[in-house]
């Protein structure tokens, strides 16, 4: 299996603000130069985690939907993030997948986090989706399914998963302990990517985005601050390791409802 590249970009939002952000977004990406296979972006990418969704959600075929696989085609990546959708007569908090050659995958998230009263707001998935990109398999979750190990593993269902997120600095410890956790126990990579700055609601987020090995210590952590960082996974050590320490074969079997 190939070396894949991954692009993570951390950012400071403006608050329900999708042209300061689309414009914000691709102007750190200019300055980072070649983007690899994969570029990640936060959750809600173009509002930050707003619980208003009329008048703030955009439909699948919006600006900020046409302006990622925009950016995808231009940059030859394929390019991931989540914003606030209108679709099927709801609202979704959809991971949207966008590829070099125009395709778009998503990911509806599972687990809404109540205590910002999301689940009142946004239609939960039903599904998990394992997407390819080349001969990778990666898993993309979004922020609060972190905390749900049943709904995060996987034995050798996929190479990399992905979290995208607006995870406060008052859980920061929570966010550092869970990544390198899930990493161990489904035996692949595991990449997270948090905002910084402070929303519209005053909370503030502490970024830590980074990337873990299957042993769990960190490939990157990017800190505190806005920026823009890349990691190469190589594909041969991953197959390597799963064929010596083949934990994975003796994996409880279940099934996700």
């Keep these: 299996m190939r070396d ?6 951390q950012a400071d939002l403006a608050w329900q603000d999708p042209p300061a952000n689309r414009r914000r977004l691709g102007a750190l990406l200019d300055a980072a130069g070649p983007p690899g296979d994969l570029v990640v972006l936060p959750e809600m990418f173009a509002t930050g985690f707003t619980m208003r969704p009329p008048g703030h959600a955009e439909p699948m075929d919006g600006p900020t939907v046409a302006w990622l ?18 679709a099927d007569g709801g609202y979704y908090n959809r991971l949207l997948w966008a590829t070099p050659d125009g395709q778009l995958g998503w990911y509806d998230k599972r687990h809404l986090f109540r205590m910002a009263g999301e689940h009142r707001h946004y239609t939960a998935g039903r599904s998990r989706v ?4 080349g001969e990778w398999r990666v898993c993309p979750l979004i922020c609060y ?6 709904w995060s593993r996987g034995a050798n269902e996929f190479d990399l998963l992905l979290y ?7 859980r920061r410890p929570a966010w550092r302990a869970l990544l390198p956790a899930r990493a161990v126990e489904n035996q692949c990579y595991v990449a997270g990517v948090n905002r910084v700055g402070t929303d519209g609601h005053g909370v503030s987020y502490a970024g830590d985005s980074g990337i873990h090995h299957p042993l769990g ?7 505190d601050r806005e920026g823009v960082a890349q990691v190469v996974l190589p594909g ?9 320490f083949p934990a994975w ?3 409880d079997p279940f099934t996700l409802r």
Excluded at 130 to 133: D, E, F, K, P, Q
Excluded at 164 to 170: D, E, H, L, M
Excluded at 217 to 223: E, N, W
């Design 130 to 133: 394992v997407l390819r990109l």
């Design 4 to 9: 894949l590249t991954v692009t993570l970009v």
């Design 145 to 150: 399914d972190l905390r749900f190990p049943v």
């Design 69 to 86: 696989r925009a950016e995808a085609a231009a940059r030859g990546t394929t390019l991931c993030g989540s914003l606030a959708i209108a």
């Design 249 to 251: 074969q003796d994996a």
């Design 217 to 223: 210590h960190s490939l990157l952590d990017l800190g």
């Design 236 to 244: 041969d050590e991953l197959a390597a390791y799963r064929e010596q």
């Design 164 to 170: 995208v997120a607006n995870w406060p600095v008052g």
